[in-house]
C-alpha cells in the first residue's frame, strides 16, 4: 500500500513541474511577442502612428518599457 502512495506523489510531483514549465513557457512567450511588438511599433513612421491614433510621446513611452512589463 504504502508503494501505491509513492506512485501517487511521484505523478503529483510530475504534473507540479509540467504545470510550473507551462507557466514559464507561456511567460516566455508573452515578453518575447511584447519584444516583437515594440520593435515594430519603433519602425512605423508618423503617418503609420496617425493611422493607429498613436502619439510620438505614446510611442516613446512604450519604447522605454522592459520587454518583462
Keep these: 500500500?504504502?508503494?501505491?502512495?509513492?506512485?501517487?506523489?511521484?505523478?503529483a510531483q510530475s504534473q507540479l513541474r509540467f504545470s510550473r514549465l507551462q507557466r514559464a513557457w507561456t511567460a516566455l512567450s508573452r515578453c518575447l511577442e511584447r519584444a516583437r511588438t515594440r520593435r515594430l511599433l519603433?519602425?512605423?513612421?508618423?503617418?503609420?502612428?496617425?493611422?493607429?491614433?498613436?502619439?510620438?510621446?505614446?510611442?516613446?513611452?512604450?519604447?522605454?518599457?522592459?520587454?518583462?512589463r
Design 42 to 68: 519603433g519602425q512605423l513612421d508618423a503617418q503609420q502612428l496617425s493611422d493607429l491614433g498613436i502619439s510620438h510621446t505614446d510611442r516613446l513611452n512604450e519604447l522605454d518599457k522592459p520587454f518583462w
Design 1 to 11: 500500500m504504502n508503494h501505491l502512495q509513492n506512485v501517487s506523489a511521484s505523478a
